[in-house]
């Protein structure tokens, strides 16, 4: 099992709608999650970090957290057009104390 | 600043020929990561340094991947001999913390190995 996992879509949401977009991860000792944005052939960019249960909202990106089922997510409300990127969910493994990135998944929004 | 810079953005070249891929981070940040992304495997760490330091390599896939950072404004990553398996796009980043979840990332070198 990968330390995190993501389903890697394709994801197609049309525009104004919620997009939703999962992770889960192995390790029950990691603490500190974050959600990159990668456009097609640029770099990742940092856009959220969430390190404690629950919700942490940020205008239009919500990331939740959810230690006792090893899951986190990140909601887009209103999603337009230039929301379409790839979406690395990575985490702070504790047993190997570096960053690690699920496979990322691609997110479309129709307009 | 002009954020980090990676040098060169596409490299092609051919199998068993050695391959060096630069990087020079954002000044004052006192870690520096190397990254490599494929569609097979994602985004994965190979090594990353402080002050200059290698702090974990274990993600280098082979011996025939080295890095090195002799000052705290360049860095290499070598890939001697190079294989048709290295093809991916190798980030570099920097960061002014550890583990670098707020790092910035350079643009990427393209590299395809034929």
């Known amino acids: 099992q990968k330390e995190v996992e993501q389903n890697s879509g394709p994801l197609s949401v049309p525009e104004g709608a919620i997009a939703s977009l999962n992770c889960t991860y192995s390790d029950r000792g990691s603490q500190s999650f974050f959600w990159y944005r990668q456009y097609s052939g640029k770099s990742p960019e940092l856009i959220m970090s969430i390190y404690s249960n629950g919700d942490k909202e940020d205008g239009r990106f919500t990331a939740q957290l959810n230690k006792a089922s090893q899951y986190v997510s990140l909601l887009i409300r209103d999603s337009q057009p230039s929301d379409s990127a790839t979406y690395l969910c990575a985490g702070i493994i504790q047993g190997a104390q570096k960053l690690v990135f699920g496979q990322g998944t691609r997110l479309t929004i129709n307009p | 600043d002009a954020g980090v810079i990676q040098s060169p953005r596409h490299e092609v070249t051919e199998m068993g020929q050695e391959v060096t891929l630069r990087c020079k981070p954002i000044s004052g940040h006192d870690y520096l990561f190397w990254y490599r992304q494929t569609m097979m495997r994602g985004l994965e760490l190979l090594i990353y340094?402080?002050?200059?330091?290698?702090?974990?390599d274990s993600g280098m896939p082979e011996d025939r991947f080295s890095a090195k950072m002799p000052n705290a404004s360049f860095s290499t990553l070598k890939i001697q001999p190079s294989e048709p398996r290295d093809s991916a796009v190798y980030f570099c980043?920097?960061?002014?913390?550890?583990?670098?979840?707020?790092?910035?990332f350079g643009q990427g070198t393209r590299l395809t190995v034929v």
């Open positions: 980043a920097s960061s002014r913390r550890g583990t670098g979840p707020e790092a910035f």
């Open positions: 340094f402080n002050n200059n330091v290698p702090i974990d």
